[in-house]
């Protein structure tokens, strides 16, 4: 099933993915795209006009993880809720993910959950990549028992294993890759913390469906809500979102010129 203005120019494509499991491909008019797996409500690419994906997808998947794109209801220790997840292309090509879940308990029990977007891009060199809009913020540390520290640079930038959560972040972050002179912009509300991952040499090659040597093309920050779980009553509803953006990178002395990068010009 196609829907567009024309037969040359697609905008929603349903068919058939890995497995055969169904999925939806998003175009924008100046070629940028996007799939997504209904099984699952996963994006799996996101490309820009020139082609050139975004996202990164370990050549060493070995099978689709799942929620659903509406899940309803769900049962959770005896808890019921729904789960909504929104995809959008925008005109620019920006990637945008609203979810929504509401309990739907009908016996008064509250519903409490964490919530974290897994996003995974690709990058050119991750020894070239740094994380602007974290600095000074505290985090828990991941590698050491989720200890609390604070960010002492002026960017995050990758010269081992990463895994921490920043705590009570800015509605704007930036992923700058030198190499490519790309920079992600990651724009989210309703979730006030921020996943910074990258496994490193060690890690990668223990795990199974991850390439040895993919951690240098890749780089996971999730917009998410770790430190303080969320509860809603009985018929209360949460709503988070987060966009992304891919714009150029103008460099000075190796550092990013941020006005840019924030505004997406």
Known sequence: MRRGMSEEKTYVEYSKGVNGFDKVTLREVRGCSAEIYLYGGQVTSWKNEYGEELLFVSSKVLSMYATSLILNPGVTSHTFYECRLRVTLGPGGDLMLTSRIRNTNTDGKSFTF??????????????????????????????????????????????????????????????????????????????????????WDRKAKSIPDFGDEEYKHMLCVEAACVEKPITLKPGEEWRGRQELSAVPSSYCSGQLDPQKALQGS
Not at 161 to 171: F, N
Not at 178 to 199: I, Q, S, Y
């Open 114 to 199: 964490t919530f974290a977007y897994h996003t995974y891009f690709a990058v050119s060199d991750i020894s070239e990549v740094r994380v602007e809009g974290l600095e000074t913020l505290d985090y828990l540390d991941n590698l050491k028992s989720r200890e609390r520290f604070t960010e002492q640079g002026d960017a995050i930038i990758f010269e081992s294993e990463v895994d921490k959560v920043c705590l009570g972040t800015p509605t704007k972050l930036a992923i700058l890759d030198h190499e490519r002179k790309r920079t992600f912009v990651l724009r989210k509300d309703g979730l006030p913390d921020a996943v910074v991952w990258n496994p």
